[in-house]
């Protein structure tokens, strides 16, 4: 079969190889799964160039999440069977035509469903929701803001505080994008540039905005933190700019704005098992309903790695990139 992997870090298309190995072999309370889909992630970027927050030691395989097909079961399996939808274990290397398994640690995809859409269930979207939940309380009718509002976690901010009743305003770098966002529910789109803070209070009226989300760093984060009202919080969950988070004297000195970090590997390892699976269904269950969907850019196979990677990293996507080892879905 074939398997993704680098042994030095650096640019991702350069060190990215697709080697040929032997098929794995379900052990006792195993299954094997074909690899149907599985996303290419900013964090998946970051980890192979050496920028992330948890480096594997390498050599190491790429890939954290997705779904697949069991189609092989190993001694002592009676609770599984061949052709079952699985979404696949967190952080094991996705990118690969097969993966073993332990059966007991399997959750189903629900019948019907999108493999593209529940491939990329595992990171994004409770990202989105956790920030939404656990910093800020937002009432209905109260604003938030985001930048890189068209990112996959940005699309699904958008789609989730709609949900709440609480408006969004998601700064992104081209205008063309506005029409997209606002039909998933945005309130407001902003061109990111100078003016922004005066455009941002017009929107508003002056009402308190006390929460912003920053994917980016650097002066992106500076300028997000001048929109914010008397006691806003910045919660910074990445660093696309691979530049340090940056607060101006006047939000924090005049308006005590603060900034605070999510990582989404840290709640899983400190958050208790009940509710990590209570989040993960919830999330589950409005993926399966259509209710948060985000858009795919383009799928390749593993021949095709390299170009994956690099579209990935292009500035104009159109979605998300995914990985599809054992070819295009039906």
Same mark, same amino acid.
């Given at each position: ?32 799964l074909d690899v149907q889909a599985s996303p290419i992630n900013p964090s998946d970027v970051l980890t192979i160039t050496g920028d992330y927050g948890i480096l594997p030691p390498l050599p190491a ?11 092989a079961l190993g001694e002592g399996v009676d609770d599984v069977v061949v052709g079952q939808q699985v979404f696949l274990p967190i952080g094991a290397g996705t990118w690969r035509q097969q993966i ?62 709609? *949900?709440?009743?609480?408006? =969004?305003?998601? !700064?992104?770098? %081209?205008?063309?994008?506005?029409? /997209?966002?606002? +039909?998933?529910? &945005? ?77 989404? *590997?840290?709640?899983?390892? =400190?958050?208790? !098992?009940?509710? %990590?699976?209570?989040?993960?269904? /919830?999330?589950? +269950?409005?993926? &399966? ?5 985000a858009a795919v850019d383009s799928t390749y196979d593993l021949d095709h790695i390299g170009d994956a990677l690099a579209r990935s990293m292009a500035p104009g996507r159109d979605g998300k990139v ?9």
């Amino acid at each position: 079969m074939k398997i993704v992997q680098y042994a030095m870090r650096g640019n991702p298309v350069d060190v990215v190889k697709v080697l040929d190995v032997d098929a794995p072999v379900a052990g006792p309370g195993e299954v094997v799964l074909d690899v149907q889909a599985s996303p290419i992630n900013p964090s998946d970027v970051l980890t192979i160039t050496g920028d992330y927050g948890i480096l594997p030691p390498l050599p190491a395989y790429c890939g954290n999440e997705g779904v697949g097909l069991v189609v092989a079961l190993g001694e002592g399996v009676d609770d599984v069977v061949v052709g079952q939808q699985v979404f696949l274990p967190i952080g094991a290397g996705t990118w690969r035509q097969q993966i073993t398994a332990k059966a007991a640690e399997l959750v189903p995809v629900p019948p019907g469903t999108d493999p593209l859409q529940m491939a990329m269930l595992a990171i994004n979207p409770p990202t989105a929701y956790l920030m939404l939940r656990d910093f800020v309380r937002l009432d209905p009718g109260d604003w938030m803001i985001q930048n890189a509002a068209n990112s996959g976690v940005g699309r699904y901010v958008i789609q989730l505080a709609a *949900a709440q009743g609480a408006k =969004s305003i998601n !700064i992104v770098r %081209r205008a063309d994008l506005a029409e /997209e966002l606002k +039909a998933m529910g &945005a309130d407001a789109v902003v061109v990111e540039g100078p003016g922004m803070a005066k455009e941002v209070r017009d929107i508003t009226g002056g009402a308190p905005l006390k929460l912003g989300l920053d994917a980016i760093g650097g002066d992106s984060t500076l300028a997000l933190g001048d929109c914010l009202t008397d006691d806003g919080l910045v919660v910074n969950y990445g660093l696309l700019s691979g530049e340090p988070c940056k607060l101006s004297s006047a939000a924090t000195i005049f308006h005590d704005v603060s900034l605070r970090g999510f990582w989404l *590997a840290r709640w899983f390892r =400190s958050a208790p !098992i009940g509710e %990590r699976m209570a989040v993960m269904t /919830e999330i589950g +269950a409005r993926v &399966a309903t259509g209710e948060l969907t985000a858009a795919v850019d383009s799928t390749y196979d593993l021949d095709h790695i390299g170009d994956a990677l690099a579209r990935s990293m292009a500035p104009g996507r159109d979605g998300k990139v995914l990985v599809t080892p054992n070819g295009p879905l039906s």
